[in-house]
């Protein structure tokens, strides 16, 4: 949004913002009550909400959207492990995604799953927002994690 306004074209920014400032008051609204989606509760589905949640937070500074957004990834954490091992630490796990969409219909043939990075980047915005360290390395040891892993 900031190369709107870097073009100089306000209206459009103002519209844009309106539409994403509505779109986090839905979600802010909905709270837990996530719509069912393949599965009816997963990884995949919070991450998103946080993250529209928190990046209208820091286009607003409105403290609603970091209170409910500090509700969501609470949230969203529930779905990491403190594994030791680099291989899975903090790599969120997600639902078998070749049950449902894999050519022979086998279970657990994407795990770990490219989305789980969603996590990582939830967790380093929170961790920039509240200037946590703590956050911020989760969210590195998350993306890590998962390049990783990916990559064998």
């Given amino acids: 949004m900031g190369e709107l306004k870097k073009a100089g074209w306000q209206k459009e920014y103002d519209e844009l913002l309106e539409l994403f400032v509505d779109h986090a008051d839905h979600l802010c609204e909905v709270g837990k009550n996530y719509p069912a989606s393949e599965v009816n509760y997963e990884q995949s589905i919070v991450a998103p909400a946080a993250d529209v949640i928190l990046s209208v937070y820091l286009l607003t500074g409105d403290k609603k959207y970091l ?5 969501q990834v609470e949230i969203l954490e529930l779905f990491n492990g403190m594994q030791p091992d680099y291989h899975l630490n903090e790599v969120a796990i997600r639902h078998w995604d070749g049950y449902w969409f894999g050519k022979r219909r086998y279970y657990g043939d994407t795990f770990p ?7 990582g980047k939830v967790f380093k915005m929170y961790g920039k927002i509240l200037k946590d360290e703590n956050w911020i390395r989760r969210g590195e040891a998350s993306i890590r994690g998962l390049l990783r892993s ?3």
């Fill in 67 to 71: 209170d409910e957004g500090a509700r």
């Fill in 113 to 119: 799953h490219y989305w789980s990075a969603l996590t």
């Fill in 150 to 152: 990916l990559c064998q």
